[in-house]
């Protein structure tokens, strides 16, 4: 059976952009559209040129696409101006992208109360706009805006604006939720209606947002129904509550049936393979912590914590995940905690390159380990480097390669020249290392109007001088520093929980707990230590 057609627009760059507290770079979105261009995402909408400095500049530097086609974003034209004099389509057209996207209203509510024109004068600007853009070879889509909530209120017109559009030569069609309050039933119906009697098969788009939690959903209820164009963000990214998210909906399209064996895609096995990747580097642009629960490339998206569940999922994957977690570049993961088994400790000591006999006494003593000191304010199920640590020294195969014989560190509030008062930080380890004995000082000042803490202090103290170690972890830093606090009163227990990553993309979790929270960060910063020398396996002193 041939498969038909469906493309991909993502409007990261444009759409996602109006997210609160998102700004991108020029370089951020050349970088990004980089990203998309590699795994084959058919359109990748630049920016709005004109509307702001950035995007102009990105279009006036936009990289060479291999795969992707780029396009430029902007509005019909304002009334009472022709379509050869309004600036809003001399920007896009002198952005030099070979596709445009224009919005425009078909709610008739919107024309006459946000726009404050006729519905004639809306039509007429959709129409001479498009015309416009086809008459300079460039190829025209239109974005019906509000186009649900517009065909709900009055069908005809809603229809007449997209009819308007088709006629003056769109190549896409395009029906938006824009408020994200339609939900999957709705835009199936409403989606097939347009498809069956208005827009011609291969010309209609969905662009959804996330505001009821339907965005996916409902792009993937419109190409049911006959839409061949989703527009969506990386990761959902978008004004309000997000977008559609590509990042759920190509696994979607590529894995799960019926589309699988319905539509294709742009997108090849190994640019799915490659959504994780990218779903990282895109929050690691915004300097945002990933979702660890974000579904398919989450770092919990195919964790198994339960006993049952991971007893289940070691006998056939098939029990508890919904498909190969490789096939986005994801992994399984058994972490530890105070709910496990044998199998998950089996499984996740597998994984470390230990294997241990089911009937080992020792099993039974890790176990007993993890569970009572998870009593006392540690958690394990999302700081799996930690457990290993653990395991390893219950085991007696965890190598020592340094000592900590003890730190100190100390806050100090000062006043600059400018007679600001700023904390400086300053930390002192004493540790032995291959028989040597080492001090390390580490003081760390404000920095680009940020106080340098004293926990980084700390971590700067301990990975100054490792000797023989020291090129192993030049390339590891600190991505996410989490604090809680477990029990109440004077005596409260600080949980510390520390993300790290290295040059290779590896990302792993230490935790540590005591009343005092400097102990507590010290015990997590020594595990990424440790673990960092253990994964890259490195001798022992």
């Known amino acids: ?95 030099g992208a070979d596709t445009v996207c224009l919005v425009g209203k078909s709610h008739d509510f919107h024309v006459t109360s946000v726009l404050n024109i006729s519905l004639e004068d809306n039509l007429d600007n959709i129409a001479k706009s498009i015309k416009f853009l086809a008459d300079k070879g460039r190829e025209a889509i239109f974005d019906a805006e509000h186009f649900f909530d517009g065909y709900k209120d009055n069908r005809e017109y809603a229809v007449k604006c997209i009819e308007a559009a088709l006629i003056a030569g769109a190549r896409w069609i395009v029906l938006c939720d824009t408020n994200g309050g339609t939900l999957p039933e709705d835009v199936r119906r409403i989606t097939s209606e347009v498809a069956r009697s208005v827009v011609p098969p291969g ?13 996916v959903a409902a792009s993937l209820a419109a190409v049911d129904a006959g839409a061949r164009q989703i527009q969506g963000t990386i990761n959902g990214i978008g004004e309000r509550c997000g977008n559609a998210n590509l990042i759920s909906i190509i696994p979607a399209l590529m ?25 990282r580097q895109f929050d690691e642009i915004l300097n945002r912590v990933p979702n660890k629960s974000a579904p398919y490339v989450g770092a919990s998206a195919f964790t198994h914590k339960a006993g049952l569940h991971a007893s289940g999922v070691i006998k056939d ?40 006999d089911d009937h080992d006494a020792r099993l039974s003593i890790i176990l007993d380990e993890v569970k009572t000191r998870e009593v006392g304010g540690y958690s394990y199920d999302s700081a799996d480097a930690s457990f290993e640590i653990l395991a390893r020294r219950k085991l007696g195969i965890l190598p020592e390669f340094f000592k900590v014989n003890r730190y100190r560190v100390m806050v100090e509030h000062r006043r600059n020249k400018h007679g600001e008062t700023i904390s400086v930080s300053e930390a002192v380890v004493v540790l032995s290392l291959g028989g040597e004995r080492k001090l390390s000082v580490s003081e760390g000042l404000e920095e680009s109007g940020r106080d340098s803490g004293p926990v980084h202090a700390l971590y700067k103290a301990i990975a100054k001088d490792l000797g023989p170690y020291q090129k192993c972890i030049d390339d590891m830093r600190l991505i996410d520093f989490k604090v809680r606090i477990t029990s109440g ?31 507590a960060s010290f015990e997590a910063l020594q595990d990424a230590i440790i673990w960092k020398l253990l994964r890259d396996r490195q001798p022992s002193v």
Request: proline letters at 3%; a neutral charge.
């Open 203 to 215: 010309k209609l788009g969905i662009h959804t947002h996330n505001d009821s939690a339907m965005a």
């Open 317 to 356: 994957p098939s029990s508890y995940e919904h498909i190969v977690p490789g096939a986005v570049g994801n992994h399984r993961t058994i972490p530890m905690s105070n709910q496990a088994g044998r199998s998950n400790l089996r499984k996740r000591l597998a994984e470390a390159g230990i294997e241990i």
């Open 255 to 279: 894995l799960k049936e019926p589309y699988r064996s319905k539509f294709e895609t742009s997108i090849t096995g190994k640019g799915l393979k490659s959504l994780t990747r990218l779903s």
């Open 489 to 519: 009163g004077t005596e409260a227990v600080t949980r510390v929980i520390i993300d790290c990553e290295d040059k290779s993309g590896t990302r792993w979790a230490t935790v540590g707990a005591s009343a005092n929270i400097i102990n």
């Open 1 to 95: 059976m041939t498969r038909e057609r469906v493309f991909l627009y993502d409007t990261t760059l444009r759409d996602g952009q109006q997210a609160a507290g998102v700004q991108f770079s020029k370089a951020d979105k050349i970088e990004i559209a980089s990203a998309l261009d590699e795994i084959g995402i058919d359109y990748i909408e630049g920016g709005w040129p004109g509307a702001n400095p950035t995007d102009s500049e990105f279009f006036n530097s936009a990289p060479k696409l291999e795969k992707s086609r780029l396009a430029a974003f902007g509005m019909t034209k304002q009334t009472g101006k022709s379509a050869e004099n309004d600036g809003t389509l001399a920007a896009v057209v002198n952005s």
